[in-house]
């Protein structure tokens, strides 16, 4: 075949493409939204080597992420009453009736991605009836046995047996693993052993690539000072996922702590417990 031909065959190609309007990728807009506060939380409990006197109020927080036919939670928070009574939350509603701030009905969370299996992150995931919950599936059979009957301290066994029946009605999907698409623009990463199988994610939005971070790093300053959470399983590893989201996100201040009140602060509008990741 001559060299012309290639050349006319390869323009001919490129010629039936070229016309051919480009998707755009799809892109997600991110609220935090802070559904209870718990005064004087001990801050070594956060940071690892903390001065024991120091303490802070700490966000409870979910995170709506909008776009690409979808509604998702990153985390459910919580709602049982043991929990409520044992933490005493100030400003408490339940994490379906904060989401009620943007207009969002339970029924119309699509997903929800669970990033560890702890009270205050997992416990919620019953209130939203029609949404598919994503976890790890390391985390999953780590923590929860076949039964429902729940395999490590971490994990609440009232949780334990409301995931079991989730999953009996076929709305548990189990991640495999690191670096996973789960949908468009929606990636989950592991390493950062706040648990078993602790995951966080990437999320395309219209600023860039966001880091929900979740557990797998407590505070803007657990990033700031490259500082390992206080209740991890690996201290090393967690550190090497804070600089893992570091490359990750497009800036560094699209990386989203778990339980820092500056969330709030540093993204004020549109208020009322809700910040946009801009």
């Known amino acids: 075949m001559s060299l012309l031909r290639i050349c006319s065959g390869f323009a001919v190609l490129l010629a039936g493409t070229a016309g051919e309007p480009r998707q755009p990728a799809p892109t997600y807009e991110i609220d ?3 559904y209870a506060q718990v005064a004087a939380f001990p801050v070594r409990g956060l940071i690892a080597g903390a001065d024991s ?5 700490i966000a409870m927080s ?9 509604i998702v939670l990153v985390d459910a928070g919580f709602y049982r009453d043991k929990f409520v009574q044992r933490w005493k939350p100030y400003d408490f509603a339940t ?3 904060a989401l009620e701030r943007v207009g969002i009905r339970p029924e119309e969370i699509t997903d929800i991605i ?7 992150h997992a416990d919620g995931a019953d209130l939203f009836p029609k949404a598919r919950v994503w976890i790890q599936k390391d985390e999953y059979d780590h923590h929860i046995g076949p039964n429902g009957e729940s395999r490590d301290r971490a994990i609440d066994q009232d949780d334990a047996a ?5 999953a009996r009605k076929g709305r548990v999907e189990l991640v495999k693993g690191d670096s996973v698409e789960i949908m468009p623009g929606i990636t989950v990463f592991t ?18 690539t966001a880091v929900i971070a979740s557990d797998n790093a407590y505070l803007y300053e657990n990033l700031d000072k490259h500082r390992p959470i206080a209740q991890t399983l690996d201290s090393l590893s967690n550190l090497r996922a804070q600089e893992r989201m570091m490359r990750l996100a497009s800036s560094p201040r699209l990386i989203v702590p778990g339980h820092d009140p500056a969330v709030f602060v540093r ?3 549109p208020g009322n417990g809700i910040a946009r990741i801009e």
């Open 53 to 57: 006197n120091r303490r802070m109020d």
């Open 32 to 34: 935090a939204i802070r």
């Open 162 to 166: 409301m995931f079991t029946a989730l």
């Open 191 to 208: 390493g950062g052993k706040h648990t078993f199988a602790s995951q966080y994610a990437t999320v395309r939005t219209k600023s860039g």
């Open 267 to 269: 993204f004020p509008k």
């Open 95 to 97: 994490p379906a009736a």
């Open 114 to 120: 669970i990033s560890h299996i702890h009270w205050d």
């Open 62 to 70: 979910v995170w709506l992420l909008r776009g690409n036919g979808r």
